[in-house]
């Protein structure tokens, strides 16, 4: 049963593959946003597509002595040496094991944050980003998907906070409330 | 000294006899006397019979001879002829009764001759009268010196007869003597043979009655114990008939149950019979059992060995679908930068964008498939490893199993020997419970004569009891009767 069901899934996923570079591209589309669903600390979060600039897994970090927790090392892309951060200690909670995935920020001065597991792809109507509270500086919103309401990280609101000194400090302390 | 009853008596009775005795001897030689001194009287009338009738002899033979004399008639000589032998008969008994007084002997002895003279005259004078007359006889003289014999032959009979006067005189006297003294003895051996018997009667019978009162007393108090021993006696008697009649009723009850282990043995010893049917029969399906398990165990381990391939084989898949994960995410990661680098690039990277969406589609369906195809073989995996396991399991359930039935079959094996053993000791059972019902109906015929002792033995107690009681009451006379006689013997003790 589970065979013919792969079968009919492979079959499909070759029809809609196919299919889909015979339709003709459509004229008008709502505004919509490209989403990058990741998990950290069992929490769902949601990336801005147009604020990553590349999603890599399984990066070598070198690592770079740092008195800043979330600094996990340097990571070179593409030509580009950018310092890498866990956003679980970004985000306030403890510190883990060293994650697996890192995007890479689309920034003036790159960075890259690194989390434990990317989700999926998400492609969702603006329409669907919900205000949240005025105390959820590092957020954008919430994105209403299957999964239920996920976060919308605002990583411009993150750059922010690394130039400002200050602000770095006032960082959540680790293990409060999330974003 | 304490004297036995036996020698008082016999004490008492050697006195009255030895004082009879002396009585008697004192009689009997008086009473002997009294004989002797009658005889020698009776002696003395005899020889002055024995003279007299010499006398009178003599006289016939005279009167005969004068007859014959004056007539000289033949007929008158046969008093003569008869009066010749009297007068020897006569004289020899004088004779002989004279022997032991020699004086008589010699006055005898002098009387002959002149009898002698006196026959022979007489004889003389009849011859001679038969040839001369009466006259020339007569004046013959021979009449004179006849009549001159006969005197004196009549005097010497008279001295004769006149010393046994004198001899009968004295043995008259000594006669009398005699019975006065028999008389003497017997009054006054009687009265002091009375008087010692009475005093020996009196000493014994107060002897006695102190010494029969003691015992009597002690046989009053034996016979009160015995009775009180009879009483307990009888009331045990009693009980032991009951206890017997109990006893018995139990051997009974005993008889029959042992009639009943007899049979139930019997039928234990037929059920184990059975059984040890039963056990070789499942001793057989037991082995077919084990054969089957073996055949079940061999399966199993290719089930297990089947399993483990298809584990195997599942964790290939695995190691193949890790790697189109790997390709899936690479696609879609690629597919997202491609995504990221088309936007950049704006209008001219719009289409690129719908491919790399297409292809980040691609990629994130084959990673949903991949992900759900690992499900999948995780799921069989697991599977696989559970029925590995269980499979295991089962193995080890099917060894445990037929060394379950290698044990149920030596138990079955030991079951028919012991159901065996069981089947002789039950037949061993009945044989001894049979034994002993038929010992028990002899035990039971032993307490029946024993209970019927016990009865006899009641029976006989209370003879006892009455016995004892008789006894009791016979002391308590006699204890009466002692005490009235030393009472009576001390009133005359005291008025003596």
């Known amino acids: 049963m589970a065979e013919l069901r792969s079968r009919f899934t492979a079959a499909q996923l ?52 740092s008195p800043r927790r979330e600094l996990l090392g340097l990571v070179g892309l593409r030509g580009i040496v950018a310092p890498v951060y866990d956003l679980r200690v970004l985000l306030g909670y403890d510190a883990a094991a060293s994650p697996r995935w890192l995007a890479l920020v689309n920034a003036p001065a790159p960075f890259a944050i690194a989390f434990e597991h990317f989700e999926r792809h998400l492609r969702v109507p603006t329409s669907e980003l919900a205000a949240l509270g005025a105390s959820q500086s590092a957020t954008r919103g919430s994105v209403s998907t299957a999964l239920g309401p996920v976060p919308l990280l605002d990583l411009a609101a993150v750059y922010a906070g690394f130039r400002h000194e200050g602000r770095a400090e ?6 409060e409330k999330r974003p | 000294m304490t004297w036995t009853f036996g020698r008082k008596l016999a004490l008492g009775f050697a006195i009255s006899v030895l004082t009879v005795f002396v009585i008697g001897i004192a009689g009997h030689r008086a009473t002997t006397d009294l004989i002797d001194n009658d005889r020698w009287v009776e002696h003395t009338y005899q020889v ?87 006259e020339a006889f007569t004046n013959s003289g021979i009449l004179q ?59 014994i019978s107060r002897s006695l009655a102190a010494q029969i009162g003691v015992t009597v007393r002690h046989v009053q108090a034996s016979s009160a114990e015995l009775q009180a021993a009879a009483n307990q006696q009888a009331s045990g008697a009693k009980e032991q008939a009951t206890a017997m009649t109990e006893v018995t009723t139990t051997i009974s009850e005993l008889m029959a149950t042992s009639r009943q282990i007899a049979d139930s043995a019997r039928r234990v010893a037929e059920i184990a019979s ?21 055949g079940i165990k061999r399966q199993v381990d290719a089930i297990v060995s089947h399993m483990l391939e298809l584990g195997k ?3 290939q898949i695995g190691s193949v ?77 099917v060894e445990a199993g037929s060394e379950q039935f290698f044990q149920v079959a ?36 032993a307490i029946t004569n024993v209970a019927q002792a016990s009865k006899e033995s009641e029976v006989s107690t209370g003879q006892t009891l009455r016995t004892a009681v008789e006894l009791a009451s016979l002391s308590r006379e006699l204890l009466k009767l002692v005490e009235a006689e030393r009472s009576a013997t001390t009133g005359r003790g005291a008025n003596t």
């Open chain 1, 14 to 65: 070759r029809a809609d593959f196919d299919s889909a570079f015979t339709l003709a591209h459509a004229a008008e589309s709502p505004p919509q946003l490209d989403l990058l669903v990741i998990r950290v600390a069992d929490h769902y979060y949601a990336l801005d597509l147009a604020q990553v600039t590349a999603l890599h897994a399984d990066r070598k970090l070198t690592e770079a002595p």
């Open chain 2, 145 to 203: 010196e006849g009549k001159q014999q006969m005197d004196d032959l009549r005097r010497r009979v008279a001295e004769l007869d006149e010393a046994e006067s004198v001899l009968l005189s004295q043995r008259q006297a000594s006669a009398q003597a005699s019975t006065a003294s028999a008389q003497a003895t017997i009054v006054w051996g009687s009265l002091i043979g009375t008087v010692l018997v009475g005093l020996a009667g009196l000493a």
């Open chain 2, 410 to 445: 030596t138990a079955f094996r030991q079951i028919t020997a012991q159901v065996s053993t069981a089947t002789e000791a039950a037949r061993e059972i009945e044989l001894s419970t049979k034994q002993q019902a038929t010992a028990v109906e002899q035990v039971n015929v």
């Open chain 2, 274 to 294: 059975q059984t040890a049917s039963q056990a070789r029969a499942g001793d057989s399906t037991v082995g077919r059992g084990t054969e089957a398990v073996a």
């Open chain 2, 321 to 397: 679908l890790d790697i189109v994960a790997e390709l899936a995410e690479q696609t879609n990661i690629l597919a997202i930068n491609a995504t990221i680098e088309a936007a950049g690039a704006g209008e001219a990277g719009r289409r690129f964008g719908v491919v790399a969406d297409e292809i980040r589609k691609l990629a994130d369906r084959v990673g949903g498939s991949t992900k759900e195809i690992r499900g999948l073989i995780d799921d069989v995996r697991a599977a696989v490893n559970t029925t590995v396991m269980t499979t295991e399991t089962g193995s080890k359930a």
């Open chain 1, 170 to 175: 006032s960082a959540p302390e680790r293990g």
């Open chain 2, 313 to 315: 084989k599942s964790q």
């Open chain 2, 48 to 134: 002055k019979h024995s003279l007299s009738e010499l006398l009178s002899s003599l006289k016939d033979v005279e009167t005969g001879q004068r007859g014959f004399l004056l007539t000289r008639d033949e007929g008158f000589l046969e008093p003569y002829k008869a009066g010749l032998s009297d007068v020897e008969r006569y004289f020899a008994e004088a004779k002989r009764l004279m022997g032991d007084n020699p004086a008589q002997q010699q006055r005898l002895n002098a009387l002959r001759p002149v009898v002698d003279q006196r026959l022979a005259l007489m004889a003389k004078s009849i011859t001679l009268r038969r040839g001369e007359s009466v």
